[in-house]
């Protein structure tokens, strides 16, 4: 699709410990930020960089099971798994995000995986999204990223399926990700309603429209957002009530 | 660099709270993680003068310690030090730059040995001007002269020395204490402080008949004689008696030499070996016999030769103070070897003459030397002691530990503080917070130094290299890095005092970042809020990425400053 003859602008997010004996030849289209560890990067600043007009994402770490804070490298696999869901549910290709995780007897050079990447991304072209939809469907992701309920089940997967809850119980990994899978899905919507309406008040049946879902459904996320405290009614318009969004914390 | 003094790190991981010189462990292994094989090399002589010496030879109580046995296997400390250090000498030798002396009292350390090469590095360090005497010709002392070659090569040892004179030490060989030098003699010439280093020189004796005998010779002679270069014929037959290091050294020297039978005579059994394991497994390999719970009764000798070694057997009764068990003679077990060369190897006293009378202990029964264990200090003011001499025949790392104590006594001496105050090396606490061993995957020993060098090509060896560096930083990566942050400074712009800081308001208590902390440095404290145990965080991160309500930040890489430099490279 892309006729684009530059080439995509490229961020590389790369744990301390990562590549670090030889100086690294580094594409002139990509950056790399060093972190202390790959597990380290907040799901909130992958999606924040989209959003800043970067076109490809790397986060590179170490391989299970070598890693310097024991299994940062894992934290950062279950991250970048819930992450893919919130860029295919917010329109945008998934594979504009890639976990490379290296081991330290790595016989090839980073460049050699930079310039990989880079003609990946550079196949895929521009973002399919316009532009203020971009932002949109971006700024929902990142903010149901950023929010309570998604961290929480982020943070405790490992709990979850590998040890036992408070109850004793053991969830297999299919049933968690089908959870995950919902969670995601839900916490989108509601920070896309949330988006939304922070614009100019909506009624039902307008987010319905956008969101392309049915309008009971779309009810329901409301309900659950007053619930929460983050849309108000506005004004009822005729026999259309009309929604706000309220200030999150 | 810098590094926080000791006492204030009160938690050390267990290997670098077991070694006696306290070398900061998880730091050059942190190093080696990130492939920086000279700038461990500089970590390990922070603390410790001899990285090549002791990646060869140490007894390694790191690796005893290392908390990984309870999971598989000890990091290789002791091969991946020898391989740093390798590598740094094959780049040539590294000059240090001479301390400027900043203070002007004359350190004069007696014996060119570990200890007191050890106390002369430190105080060059701090800047004192320091001379260190020596009875042989070359510096060295048992690792030169009584360590045989094929386990530790002298230019090794020479290399070592060379970077410590670097510092501006003074080292004068040939001069013999007791004869040429006393303690007065050395006041009189201005020295302020003493270390007397002399180690332990004379092999002990049998104290059996027929020990005059031709060819009975003390493992400890044997070794140094060789070591000077001296001929000496060794016998067809050859009994090596003891089961110490030096026992196996000189057993597998005489091998080496041409003796077509080599065996070792031990008193107790194969457990109870003061030897390393892996030394009794080469000896093993070279082809010498071990014969156990024997003890020699008498050597036989024909025209003033030696011709057998009569000996008893023995069974094991109960544990004596050493805490092995003590071998008790079984009657009328009497029974020979035919020999005719009797090495004994039993350990090594203290050469009493040499020193001054005053500081010689009572007590006949203990230490020779009156020495206060955590002072070095001895009964005549401004004179120290320390390392064999004051403890008896023990390891080289146990010397560097002793002379690094010497230094800060007479470094403290000298500045009229108290030699005592915070002393407590004693109550190093030691730590392993591996939150959870359920979460650790077992990986085995991935880096074995190799026992021979191989011949390779010019271009053969440098992949050859490549190919060691590779499997030691892999092997490296097995290390739990059981303590706080070692303070490598690997990266200083990222790690360097890097601490989780919660915000107490916007906390909730959810427990994510206490279940995501991999040393479990986060705990909900009484008032159900996340508290960040400074002691043990590493800095990574971890729970800053994943605290729910954001209420945990960096101090130095925080999320805005991450973004910053996102907004930074997007502008570029």
Redesign the interface.
């Known amino acids: 699709m892309s006729q684009d003859s530059h080439p995509p602008?490229i961020?590389c997010f790369m744990c301390?410990?990562a590549f670090?004996?030889?100086e690294m030849r580094i594409p002139y289209n990509v950056?790399v930020?060093?972190?202390?560890?790959i597990?380290?990067?907040?799901?909130?600043?992958v999606l924040?960089?989209f959003i800043?007009?970067?076109e490809g994402v790397m986060l590179v770490g170490?391989k299970?099971?070598?890693c310097?804070?024991?299994?940062?490298n894992l934290?950062a696999e279950r991250?970048v798994k819930m992450l893919k869901k919130l860029l295919a549910l917010a329109g945008l290709e998934p594979e504009r995000l890639k976990l490379l995780l290296v081991?330290?007897?790595e016989e090839r050079a980073f460049s050699h995986y930079a310039k990989e990447f880079s003609e990946e991304i550079w196949r895929l072209g521009n973002s399919p999204l316009k532009k203020d939809e971009f932002i949109a469907n971006l700024t929902a992701a990142k903010e149901a990223a950023?929010?309570?309920?998604l961290?929480?089940l982020?943070?405790?997967e490992?709990?979850l399926t590998?040890?036992m809850n408070a109850y004793g119980e053991k969830i297999p990994e299919e049933e968690f990700d089908a959870l995950l899978d919902d969670v995601v899905k839900a916490e989108y919507i509601r920070y896309k309603i949330h988006y939304l309406t922070r614009i100019k008040p909506r009624s039902v049946k307008e987010l319905a429209q956008i969101l392309g879902l049915k309008p009971f459904a779309v009810l329901r996320h409301i309900t659950n957002m007053r619930r929460k405290g983050m849309i108000a009614l506005d004004r009822v318009e005729g026999y259309t009530p009309l929604y706000k969004a309220l200030e999150v914390r | 660099m810098t590094e926080k003094p000791l006492k204030e790190v009160r938690k050390l991981p267990p290997c670098r709270a077991a070694c006696p010189a306290h070398v900061n462990v998880q730091a050059y292994v942190a190093l080696i993680q990130r492939g920086k094989f000279n700038e461990a090399v500089e970590v390990i002589r922070r603390d410790l003068p001899f990285p090549a010496i002791c990646g060869r030879v140490c007894f390694s109580p790191c690796e005893d310690a290392c908390a990984r046995v309870n999971l598989d296997q000890a990091v290789a400390i002791r091969a991946l030090k020898r391989l740093v250090a390798d590598i740094e000498r094959e780049q040539g030798r590294v000059v240090a730059q001479p301390v400027p002396k900043k203070y002007s009292e004359k350190v004069a350390i007696i014996g060119a040995g570990p200890a007191g090469l050890t106390a002369a590095y430190e105080l060059a360090k701090l800047g004192y001007p320091v001379t260190v005497f020596e009875r042989m010709a070359e510096p060295g002392g048992m690792m030169r002269y009584c360590i045989p070659d094929f386990r530790l090569e002298k230019f090794v040892v020479a290399n070592e020395i060379a970077y410590i004179k670097d510092l501006g030490v003074e080292i004068k060989t040939g001069v013999e204490f007791g004869k040429d030098i006393t303690i007065e003699s050395l006041k009189k010439d201005g020295y302020k402080a003493i270390f007397i280093a002399i180690g332990t020189q004379t092999g002990m004796k049998l104290n059996v008949p027929g020990e005059d005998l031709e060819g009975v010779i003390n493992a400890v002679d044997f070794l140094r004689a060789i070591a000077l270069g001296k001929k000496i014929t060794v016998g067809e037959r050859v009994a090596v008696i003891g089961g110490g290091n030096t026992a196996i050294d000189a057993a597998r020297t005489a091998k080496k030499l041409g003796a077509k039978e080599v065996m070792i005579l031990y008193r107790r059994s194969r457990e109870e070996m003061p030897a390393l394991p892996h030394e009794v497994e080469l000896a093993e390999k070279d082809g010498i016999k071990f014969y156990f719970l024997v003890a020699p009764k008498q050597i036989i000798g024909e025209n003033g030769r030696v011709k057998a070694v009569e000996c008893l057997r023995m069974r094991l009764g109960e544990p004596d103070e050493s805490g092995r068990r003590r071998p008790i003679p079984i009657a009328f077990s009497e029974h020979q070897y035919e020999v005719d060369m009797v090495i004994p190897a039993l350990g090594q006293v203290v050469e009493e003459s040499v020193l001054p009378p005053e500081l010689l202990s009572k007590d006949k029964r203990g230490p020779p030397l009156q020495v206060d264990p955590l002072t070095l200090e001895t009964n005549i003011p401004g004179v120290f002691a320390g390392g064999d001499v004051a403890t008896g025949p023990a390891s080289i790392i146990e010397a560097v530990g002793a002379g690094k104590r010497a230094a800060i006594s007479i470094h403290r001496y000298l500045r009229d503080e108290d030699l005592r105050k915070d002393r407590d090396e004693e109550k190093i606490e030691e730590t392993t917070w591996v939150k959870d061993w359920r979460l650790l995957e077992k990986k085995e020993r991935r880096y074995e130094p190799p026992i021979e060098k191989p011949h390779l090509s010019f271009e053969e060896a440098k992949a050859y290299l490549e190919k060691l560096k590779r499997q030691a930083r892999f092997e490296a990566f097995r290390c739990l890095g059981c303590g706080p942050c070692a303070e490598c400074l690997a990266s200083m712009e990222l790690c360097e005092g890097d601490k989780a800081v919660v915000d107490e308001s916007k906390c909730v208590g959810c427990n994510v970042c206490a279940v995501i902390c991999p040393v479990g440095a986060v705990k909900k404290n009484e008032k159900g809020v996340a508290q960040v145990n400074e002691e043990l965080c590493k800095g990574c991160g971890l729970c800053a990425a994943r605290c729910p309500e954001r209420a945990i930040s960096m101090q130095k890489l925080s999320n805005e400053q991450i973004l910053t430099m996102i907004l930074t490279a997007l502008e570029r």
Do not use: Y
Not at chain 1, 68 to 72: I, L, M, Q, T
């Open positions: 602008r961020v301390n410990w670090c004996e030889e950056d930020i060093r972190v202390m560890c597990g380290r990067m907040d799901p909130a600043l924040e960089t800043k007009g970067f170490c299970p099971p070598d310097h804070f024991v299994d940062g934290h991250a081991a330290p007897l950023s929010a309570f309920r961290r929480v982020l943070g405790r490992e709990e590998e040890f």
